[in-house]
């Protein structure tokens, strides 16, 4: 079967006909304002985390120097505690000191009263 006859097609750079693609930029209006928006909505979200983060952490701040404080305040009691215990300590030792001195003196005397006897 034959084909029809047609005339030869000229292309376009033949018939000087400038073809220029018109660059379509890669986002378009639409694409740019949803893109805007979602940044600008991932940007309040981290902005609202982190602010959440800025309280927890100043919280836990006020809860540890709060913390510090009764540690603080307990050392200084248990300090206390052991001042006084090492005070009694020194008393209950020069009493004893004091008490075997005058021991050893009544044994003394006794020992020295019967020899003269």
Known sequence: MRRPYSAPQLTRRETGYVYTQAKR???????SIAFFSITCIVLALT???????IKNLA?????HALELANLRSTQ????????ALSDQ???MKLRYRIENDLRNQIVRRELGGESER
């Not at 902005?47 to 983060?53: F, P, S, V």
């Not at 919280?59 to 809860?63: E, F, G, H, Q, V």
């Open 89 to 91: 300590i020194r008393d």
């Open 25 to 31: 930029p890669f986002f378009s209006r639409d694409k």
């Open 76 to 83: 200084r009691k248990d300090r206390n505690e052991i001042v």
């Open 59 to 63: 919280s836990m701040d006020r809860s």
């Open 47 to 53: 902005a609202l985390t982190q602010r959440k983060k």
